[in-house]
């Protein structure tokens, strides 16, 4: 088993609220069956702590959880 956490700070609280507003959507309704993944928000920043049985389930879900961070991200900037 894999496990670890990555924190994604943003410039202020509004931002990492919208993205992870953005973003928690994806998470209650996508089912993962090689991983868990736990998302929060911490002030001004997005939390995922996850738990995956190989490599292969981590790569999926974190490629997953960053490609829907940076549309959120995109989405902010315009």
Avoid: C, Q
Wanted: no cysteine.
């Amino acid at each position: 088993m894999i496990k670890g956490v990555i924190e994604i700070e943003f410039p202020n609280d509004e931002i990492a609220k919208i993205v992870y507003e953005s973003v928690l959507f994806e998470h209650k309704t996508v089912p993962y069956r090689r991983s868990k993944m736990d998302f929060s928000l911490r002030e001004n920043k997005v939390v995922m702590e996850f738990l995956a049985k190989d490599n292969s389930a981590l790569r999926g879900t974190l490629n997953s959880y960053l490609r829907w961070i940076k549309v959120a991200l995109d989405v902010v900037e315009l």
